[in-house]
């Protein structure tokens, strides 16, 4: 049975692929800042759950240590930042700062910790990036430069473990909760559901192209 560790998996496209992959079979550990909103997600038996934020070293240490083979990581928690979003020019650099810390620093410092078993199996590692990456939209800065340096991080992660297979995936707009905060008072139900992107990331898993940045 393959065993994947997913991050913010408690909404959103985290959910959708987690009810997903646990229908396939996968064991599954995933997490979410929020004990009930995970629990609620109501995975099955296959999935353990183990709340936390993934910005602190004990929970990315929990998480691994929950693991003993590990065949698939995703980085799908992140924040949004201030919303609406600001411009640069008055973006408070304290959020700014805690942007890059879940969105870039805690990714790699959960790969960093998963490596050793990824490696064993030739495993795979899926950033979950963004449209905001590639695309500059006003307001956007904080969030998009974040999820750009995911993507390069990404890339070099390639570069060094060329057994890996490390993929930056962009599940593009979605009918979620944080690109309602992205948009508020906006409606947004002409959004995909999360679930209608799934299927993308899977043959993703299933074909194994090489390393790269895919789009849905």
């Given at each position: 049975?393959?065993?994947a560790i997913v991050t913010g998996?408690?909404?959103?496209?985290?959910?959708?692929?987690?009810?997903?992959?646990?229908?396939?079979?996968?064991?599954?550990?995933?997490?979410?800042?929020?004990?009930?909103?995970?629990?609620?997600?109501?995975?099955?038996?296959?999935?353990?759950?183990?709340?936390?934020?993934?910005?602190?070293?004990?929970?990315?240490?929990?998480?691994?240590?929950?693991?003993?083979?590990?065949?698939?990581?995703?980085n799908n928690a992140s924040a949004?930042?201030?919303?609406?979003?600001?411009?640069?020019?008055?973006?408070?650099?304290?959020?700014?700062?805690?942007?890059?810390?879940?969105?870039?620093?805690?990714?790699?410092?959960?790969?960093?910790?998963?490596?050793?078993?990824?490696?064993?199996?030739?495993?795979?590692?899926?950033?979950?990036?963004?449209?905001?990456?590639?695309?500059?939209?006003?307001?956007?800065?904080?969030?998009?430069?974040?999820?750009?340096?995911?993507?390069?991080?990404?890339?070099?992660?390639?570069?060094?473990?060329?057994?890996?297979?490390?993929?930056?995936?962009?599940?593009?707009?979605?009918?979620?909760?944080?690109?309602?905060?992205?948009?508020?008072?906006?409606?947004?139900?002409d959004r995909p559901e999360p679930?209608?992107?799934?299927?993308?990331?899977?043959?993703?898993?299933?074909?194994?192209?090489?390393?790269?940045?895919?789009?849905?």
């Open positions: 049975m393959p065993v998996a408690s909404k959103g496209f985290g959910r959708a692929l987690s009810h997903a992959l646990a229908a396939r079979g996968w064991e599954l550990v995933v997490d979410a800042r929020g004990a009930e909103a995970l629990k609620a997600a109501d995975f099955g038996s296959s999935v353990t759950l183990v709340p936390g934020d993934v910005t602190d070293p004990a929970h990315r240490a929990d998480l691994i240590n929950a693991v003993s083979r590990l065949d698939l990581l995703v949004l930042g201030p919303s609406p979003q600001p411009r640069l020019a008055s973006y408070p650099l304290t959020e700014f700062s805690s942007v890059y810390e879940a969105n870039v620093i805690a990714p790699l410092a959960l790969i960093q910790l998963a490596l050793p078993l990824l490696t064993k199996v030739d495993g795979t590692v899926v950033n979950v990036s963004s449209d905001a990456a590639v695309e500059a939209y006003e307001g956007w800065g904080g969030y998009g430069s974040s999820k750009a340096a995911l993507d390069r991080l990404s890339a070099v992660l390639a570069v060094e473990q060329p057994s890996l297979r490390v993929y930056a995936f962009d599940p593009g707009d979605m009918r979620t909760d944080m690109h309602q905060a992205a948009f508020p008072g906006e409606d947004i139900s679930s209608t992107v799934v299927p993308s990331l899977l043959k993703l898993l299933d074909e194994r192209p090489p390393s790269g940045r895919y789009t849905k």
